[in-house]
């Protein structure tokens, strides 16, 4: 089970990382929309893809797991918080 979750977790942010930096142009249009120049926006992608990396490698290395799964959770904080801000309110 604990195989299986740390995978989902990898490939969770291994895939928006992969289209950051290969610049997808739905990265493009979201980093456009959140006014983050796009070199910045890709070092975001560089970030989940170190995350992924630590996650997978946290399977034979704990404490490099943990700090993988750290680096993961911040960017999903951030991009949640940037979304709640251009919400409108009613």
Not at 16 to 29: D, F, T
Not at 42 to 47: F, S, T
Request: proline share 7%; glycine share 10%; net charge positive.
């Amino acid at each position: 089970m604990f195989l299986t979750v740390s995978l989902l977790l990898a490939a969770a942010c291994l895939i928006p990382a992969a289209a950051k930096l290969l610049g997808h142009p739905k990265m493009r249009h979201a980093a456009a929309h959140f006014g983050i120049p796009w070199p910045r926006y890709q070092l975001i992608g560089l970030a989940e893809l170190a995350a992924a990396s630590g996650i997978v490698i946290g399977l034979w290395w704990l404490p490099l797991g943990i700090a993988g799964a750290a680096g993961m959770v911040h960017p999903r904080a951030q991009r949640a918080r940037m979304d709640a801000g251009t919400r409108t309110r009613a």
